[in-house]
């Protein structure tokens, strides 16, 4: 078949559209790769002797297997390192982390050298071997749950593979703390963070929080997290993960440490350089609302230190809130995002729709319900009934907070079923907007919570909705919300029980 001049050889091989620009097409550079132009000779290049393929193609099962295990040829590596087969590892799994997992880190969804998560191949000789075989972990896990009907011998060789990398990054990391000068250097909280995130996306060990408490100790080793937000701008979206991961996990811990809140109200000053407004992470809740959230982990820490507050000063507190809460400008929020320039389109390809402001607008009011629905019942668990009915058809109201506190109560109570109604409405709507849906685990694992025991449809719904995200993102934790639900929680209802006595450790559904 001849070749159409018009095309790039990436875009012939693979056969896409190619815009035509140059000298690189924009295709090229949104997947990170580089353009061999437009000649008429085919471009020659040298591939890993393991991952070249001779002319006689597979049957199509077989073919559809290997889709992911040879992602190495795509990886130039240098011919002087063939031969080394750790190095060409490392090689293979930056790549793979660079194309499959690096554009689930951000709602915006860039790519390639767009997204300050992407790792040049060329900077693998220069990097610490820590967090590249961390990220090599991350690799062999995203690629363990994104095939979970893969052969069991296939599922023991990776699971080996990827512990023995975890391992070895964490004997990486300890040799280079063995000099002092390690000990607070931005290579060091980046190794810390990255192991981090990789013990998150593993899911079912707590080695996270000996990271995140390690990382904590280097923050404020260096003056806190304002100053390091400022010192270190090179690593600024690692910063951003801990304070996510470092919030969040308070809202599914038993009662927070109140210094560790504390700390986080440092973060609401600096909001708009680090959060900005959310689409730089995986959690694209208004940065408000996440203000609010600050506010309730540090609200639920202080009422969890002392037993002299009263009724009273804990209602006025969480009305405060829920105010707040309730007045949050979304449709301003989502109109921004909607009609914000930049925005790719999926890795699924251009026929999905970008998202539009109704989109957008489902996404801010998930996480506002949420929130409200996390501030009613963690700060007045006097409002959260056994048998509160939920109803999709409610419009959202916030309790009139005049007359007798009883009163005040029962408005409480009857704002949170209308908050749950109207999440979950949004959240069946959001799950048809594939590039949305996966960022909602949070208010999911917030609305299974509050699910009765006997309402099985929507146990249904939020169970189905936590697998897919476990396979279109490539990691565990929703895999541990749905046992977490299903063991904890479902069996002894809410209400009968309050929200800090539902968690037996702190657990983390955010990433």
Not at 181 to 192: G, P, Q, R
Not at 213 to 222: F, T
Not at 244 to 267: G, K, M, Y
Not at 349 to 378: D, Q, T, V
Request: glycine share 6%.
């Amino acid at each position: 078949m001849e070749r159409n001049s018009k095309q790039c050889w990436e875009c012939h091989r693979r056969r896409l559209v190619c815009d035509s620009a140059r000298p690189q097409c924009r295709k090229c550079q949104t997947k990170g790769l580089d353009c061999p132009g437009y000649d008429s000779s085919k471009p020659v290049r040298w591939v890993p002797m393991q991952s070249a393929r001779s002319k006689i193609q597979p049957p199509r099962a077989e073919k559809d297997q290997q889709i992911g295990e040879n992602i190495a040829a795509r990886a130039v590596i240098p011919p002087s390192l063939k031969a080394d087969q750790e190095m060409t590892e490392l090689f293979e799994g930056v790549e793979y982390y660079n194309l499959q997992i690096c554009s689930d880190l951000m709602a915006n969804g860039f790519r390639g050298q767009q997204s300050p998560f992407f790792m040049p191949l060329e900077a693998i000789l220069l990097c610490p071997k820590g967090p590249l075989k961390s990220l090599v972990s991350v690799a062999l896990c995203h690629r363990l749950l994104q095939s979970p009907d893969r052969p069991s011998t296939d599922k023991a060789a990776l699971i080996t593979k990827m512990h023995q990398y975890a391992g070895e990054s964490i004997k990486a990391l300890a040799a280079w703390l063995a000099e002092p000068e390690n000990h607070t250097s931005d290579a060091t909280l980046a190794c810390v963070v990255s192991l981090m995130m990789a013990e998150i996306q593993y899911g079912y060990s707590s080695g996270w929080q000996q990271h995140i408490d390690g990382a904590a100790a280097m923050i404020n080793m260096s003056g806190g997290i304002g100053s390091s937000v400022f010192a270190r701008p090179s690593i600024r979206h690692l910063l951003r993960y801990y304070a996510i991961v470092d919030v969040f996990r308070c809202t599914t811990s038993p009662n927070p440490q109140l210094d560790a809140t504390r700390q986080q109200l440092e973060l609401v000053n600096i909001m708009p350089i680090l959060y900005g407004n959310g689409l730089d992470t995986c959690v694209p809740c208004p940065p408000d609302l996440f203000v609010q959230v600050i506010r309730i982990n540090h609200l639920r820490a202080q009422l969890g230190s002392t037993t002299t507050s009263s009724k009273a000063d804990r209602l006025s507190a969480t009305l405060d809130i829920l105010r707040n809460i309730k007045t949050n400008a979304v449709d301003q929020w989502a109109a921004e995002i909607a009609f914000s320039s930049g925005l790719p389109l999926s890795r699924s390809g251009s026929s999905e729709r970008k998202p539009g402001f109704g989109a957008w607008l489902s996404m801010a009011k998930i996480f506002r319900c949420a929130a409200a629905a996390y501030c009613i019942s963690s700060l007045f668990p006097d409002a959260v009934s056994s048998g509160g009915a939920v109803n999709s058809d409610s419009d959202e109201q916030c309790p009139d907070d005049t007359g007798p506190r009883g009163a005040a109560r029962d408005g409480l109570a009857d704002a949170r079923r209308i908050f749950l109604a109207t999440l979950l409405s949004q959240l069946r709507s959001i799950a048809t907007v594939s590039q949305l849906r996966k960022f909602v685990l949070w208010p999911l694992v917030v609305m299974g919570i509050h699910v009765g025991s006997d309402d099985e449809m929507t146990q249904k719904f939020v169970l189905e909705e936590l697998s897919w995200i476990s396979r279109a993102v490539g990691i565990a934790a929703p895999l541990v919300a749905r046992e977490f639900l299903q063991r904890r929680v479902w069996p002894l209802e809410l209400g009968e029980r309050k929200w800090a006595d539902l968690f037996d450790k702190p657990y983390l559904f955010a990433l």
